[in-house]
């Protein structure tokens, strides 16, 4: 008799970090819910959720960590960071101080994670809050950070009103597999649905 055939599933880490009030909880959310409120997480403490996905025809697990509240627990850092796939680096274009902050929370996250690699990990840069008039961070500035940093992709993403939300986590998923040889065969990512957003490419050096 033949086994029925299981079919593969694959399980990735996503981690986010940047300042307290950038609004990682609020993409994770919109990300997975398709909502913006976060308040409930906030209040009942919900440090990670799981989005699962098809991608060619695979089963993907994202379990996507938010690292609120963090800040009274640094010394969970560990358990937090280790593991993770990719870390999105995230931070607010109304806020400077979040965007100088970013090289903080690169090193931060290369030693606790206690990455080999940095400059093979797949870190991608989000800034977010795009829908704000009163912008402080220009994308140049961050355009050249990123290429001077290891190239990364760079997303601006406005949780509130799902700009470029998908593709910013689509491009952390992409990351992951073209580098992973778990997963040779899945690169492109067509399940995720997000109403209103239409896909955009990570502006790149
Ligand atoms: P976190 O501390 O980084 O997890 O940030 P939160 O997700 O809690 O968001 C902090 C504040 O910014 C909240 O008041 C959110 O409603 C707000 N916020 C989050 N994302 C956006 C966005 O894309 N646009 C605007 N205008 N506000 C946002």
Redesign the pocket.
């Known amino acids: 008799l033949s086994q029925p055939t299981m079919s593969k599933s694959t399980f990735l880490k996503v981690i986010l970090l940047?300042?307290?009030?950038?609004?990682?909880?609020?993409?994770m959310n919109r990300y997975v819910t398709n909502k913006?409120d976060?308040h409930l997480f906030?209040t009942i403490g919900v440090e990670f959720l799981n989005k699962e996905l098809e991608v060619d025809g695979h089963r993907v697990t994202l379990q996507i960590w938010?690292t609120?509240g963090q800040e009274r627990f640094r010394s969970l850092r560990t358990p937090f960071y280790r593991g993770s796939d990719c870390c999105l680096l995230?931070f607010s274009i109304d806020d400077r101080q979040s965007f100088r902050n970013l090289a903080n929370w690169k090193k931060e996250f290369t030693y606790y994670a206690d990455v080999k690699d940095p400059d093979n990990f797949p870190f991608v840069v989000l800034g977010?809050?795009?829908?704000?008039s009163e912008r402080q961070v220009s994308g140049e500035d961050v355009r050249r950070w990123c290429c001077e940093n290891g190239g990364h992709p760079y997303f601006e993403?406005?949780?509130?009103?799902a700009t470029n939300v998908a593709s910013a986590f689509e491009e952390a998923i992409q990351r992951i597999l073209a580098l992973d040889d778990r997963a040779d065969d899945l690169i492109h990512t067509n399940t995720v649905d997000l109403e209103r957003e239409t896909r955009s490419k990570p502006i790149c050096c």
């Open positions: 940047g300042d307290g009030g950038v609004g990682k909880s609020s993409l913006f976060t906030h938010d609120a995230t977010n809050k795009l829908d704000v993403t406005s949780a509130k009103d």
